[in-house]
């Protein structure tokens, strides 16, 4: 798919999304003066990042990942040599959840066909899911055998999939966010670590 197919596919996504009247999400949107966060990057990139929902930075930037989990995620990246241009990043659900609670399954369900032709225009080799939902969600969609592995058990791990445009890499990643809230050097170590699964792909 040319360069102008994929950034038009794309622009349809986000104009149909800013009009998604219909999400329980969108009057908390248009009261508070946000934007959806669509996703960016590179319309060609190989590895793709998925997260769970926009905080409030996010809603009101339009742009995923750049408040306090934005700033380990461009750690993260620096840290294989990666720049945010070279990948994408997204997330399941486009709007914020009000207080940043979790994402519930009717938001889930009802972004989720948005993601699934994100990932179908951009086709990357490798999916990093970042937390719990996203990865259940991917290996879920992919009918992956480890769909029902706790991430305990998957976090760093390259698992393949098959997607329809062809074989997949789902790696698995603890939340950035996790690094933030138990203030732990040992789980931001455990992140950095598993990140670097990704080397090879760039
Ligand atoms: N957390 C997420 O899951 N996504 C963002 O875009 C920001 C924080």
Same mark, same amino acid.
């Given at each position: 798919?040319?360069?102008? !197919? &994929?950034?038009?596919?794309? =622009?349809?996504?986000?104009?149909?999304?800013? #009009? /998604?009247?219909?999400?329980? %999400?969108?009057?908390?949107?248009?009261?508070?003066?946000?934007?959806?966060?669509?996703?960016?990057?590179?319309?060609?990139?190989?590895?793709?990042?998925?997260?769970?929902?926009?905080?409030?930075?996010?809603?009101?930037?339009?742009?995923?990942?750049?408040?306090?989990?934005?700033?380990?995620?461009?750690?993260?990246?620096?840290?294989?040599?990666?720049?945010?241009?070279?990948?994408?990043?997204?997330?399941?659900?486009? !709007? &914020?959840?009000?207080?940043? =609670?979790?994402?519930?399954?009717?938001?889930? #369900? /009802?972004?989720?066909?948005? %993601?699934?032709?994100?990932?179908?225009?951009?086709?990357?080799?490798?999916?990093?899911?970042?937390?719990?939902?996203?990865?259940?969600?991917?290996?879920?969609?992919?009918?992956?055998?480890?769909?029902?592995?706790?991430?305990?058990?998957?976090?760093?791990?390259?698992?393949?999939?098959?997607?329809?445009?062809?074989?997949?890499?789902?790696?698995?990643?603890?939340?950035?966010?996790?690094?933030?809230?138990?203030?732990?050097?040992?789980?931001?170590?455990?992140?950095?670590?598993?990140?670097?699964?990704?080397?090879?792909?760039?």
């Amino acid at each position: 798919m040319s360069e102008s !197919d &994929r950034t038009d596919k794309l =622009r349809q996504i986000k104009d149909e999304i800013v #009009n /998604l009247t219909q999400s329980p %999400l969108y009057d908390y949107r248009v009261k508070n003066s946000y934007y959806p966060v669509i996703g960016q990057g590179s319309h060609f990139a190989k590895i793709m990042f998925i997260g769970e929902a926009p905080g409030e930075n996010e809603a009101k930037t339009g742009r995923p990942f750049c408040g306090a989990s934005g700033k380990v995620l461009d750690d993260l990246l620096e840290s294989i040599n990666l720049k945010r241009e070279e990948v994408y990043i997204t997330n399941i659900v486009k !709007d &914020r959840p009000p207080e940043n =609670r979790d994402p519930v399954k009717t938001e889930i #369900n /009802l972004y989720a066909p948005f %993601l699934d032709r994100q990932i179908e225009i951009i086709q990357p080799q490798v999916i990093a899911t970042l937390g719990r939902f996203s990865m259940e969600f991917i290996l879920t969609r992919l009918d992956a055998p480890e769909k029902k592995m706790k991430i305990t058990a998957l976090h760093g791990k390259l698992i393949k999939a098959q997607a329809a445009y062809g074989e997949v890499q789902v790696v698995p990643l603890f939340h950035p966010a996790t690094a933030l809230h138990n203030r732990s050097p040992e789980q931001r170590e455990i992140l950095f670590k598993d990140f670097e699964v990704l080397k090879q792909f760039v």
